[in-house]
């Protein structure tokens, strides 16, 4: 997996709505919530690529961001690359 985008350190509001899906996959999260060196960071996706070398022939699935509706990325897949 390959991507390219932003990567920022979660704060505030955004902070919260982050935790806040984190903690419903990863239910120990509040756990490490005191950990001095813990930190959320947001990355906001532009391209992404997913190779699979142990396929014949290999697949090579890559997409970039086509828009942004209230925080939901939505991609273009690139159909032609296999």
């Not at 690529?49 to 090579?60: A, E, F, N, T």
């Not at 990325?73 to 690359?81: C, N, Q, R, V």
Request: glycine share 8%; net charge neutral; with cysteine.
């Amino acid at each position: 997996m390959q991507l390219e985008g932003v990567a920022e350190k979660a704060v505030g509001e955004e902070l919260l709505r982050v935790q806040a899906a984190y903690f419903a996959v990863w239910c120990d999260g509040p756990v490490r919530m005191n950990w001095s060196a813990i930190a959320y960071i947001v990355v906001r996706t532009r391209w992404l690529r997913y190779s699979d070398s142990d396929q014949g022939p290999p697949l090579i699935w890559k997409t970039k961001l086509k828009s942004s509706i209230d925080g939901i990325a939505l991609f273009e897949h690139d159909k032609g690359i296999h």
